[in-house]
T-cell receptor, first 110, second 112 residues
Framework: QQKVQQSPESLTVSEGAMASLNCTFS??????FRWYRQHSAKGLEVLVS????GEKEEGRFTAHLNRANLHVSLHIREPQPSDSAVYLC??????????FGDGTQLVVKP | GPKVLQIPSHQIIDMGQMVTLNCDPV?????FYWYKQILGQQMEFLVN????????KSKLFKDQFSVERPDGSYFTLKIQPTALEDSAVYFC??????????FGPGTRLTVL
């Protein structure tokens, strides 16, 4: 079964400094990768979806995918305190079943 | 964007009782999902549902669980009877034909 692992478990950055989050997965046939943000007591907000190796940018959020290395990352440019949340890596394949990582708790200090 | 609604946001019940969690999916979506997230743990897939049938379920989807969507109304997850380990946040998701799943805000279930 697919294993999705995220690092770090928690990350504190200053407002304006780049935040980088990592995710590794075990199934090399996966073809669908998303980063979600989860504010407490709210649903999941999709930030960026990526389906092929390389880079995908959505506003201040950039995902990098390297399937050979089983790795996908998220970089947040100029993070703000309102970006403080849990960030979830989600990996799925042709059956659309999503496997989530444990999440990275991001805190952005003013 | 498209919104999935879940009712109620929080439910507290006694162990052994029945509970029904309701999901109002995006109106033209065809595929429906439930996920379970125990506090502090990973969100995990429970079940997906299409055309009136369970298409796939995980080992977390115990015999006490059932899903249905009668007459295109709410997509429901019923647990009967409930157990203490069922305490979690349950997320509903729906999608049309593409891969993008849209998630609801979750229902926090507390079993006492």
């Amino acid at each position: 079964q697919q294993k999705v692992q995220q690092s770090p478990e928690s990350l504190t950055v200053s407002e304006g400094a780049m935040a980088s989050l990592n995710c590794t997965f075990s199934d090399g046939t996966s073809n669908n990768f998303r980063w979600y943000r989860q504010h407490s007591a709210k649903g999941l907000e999709v930030l960026v979806s990526i389906f092929s190796d390389g880079e995908k940018e959505e506003g201040r959020f950039t995902a990098h995918l390297n399937r050979a290395n089983l790795h996908v990352s998220l970089h947040i440019r100029e993070p703000q305190p309102s970006d403080s949340a849990v960030y979830l890596c989600a990996v799925s394949g042709s059956n659309n079943r999503i496997f989530f990582g444990d999440g990275t708790q991001l805190v952005v200090k003013p | 964007g498209p919104k999935v609604l879940q009712i109620p946001s929080h439910q507290i019940i006694d162990m052994g009782q029945m509970v029904t969690l309701n999901c109002d999916p995006v109106s033209n979506h065809l595929y429906f999902y439930w996920y379970k997230q125990i506090l502090g743990q990973q969100m995990e897939f429970l079940v997906n549902f299409y055309n009136g049938k369970v298409m796939e379920k995980s080992k977390l989807f115990k015999d006490q669980f059932s899903v249905e969507r009668p007459d295109g109304s709410y997509f429901t997850l019923k647990i009967q009877p409930t157990a203490l380990e069922d305490s979690a946040v349950y997320f509903c998701a729906s999608r049309q034909g593409g891969a993008e799943q849209f998630f609801g805000p979750g229902t926090r279930l507390t079993v006492l």
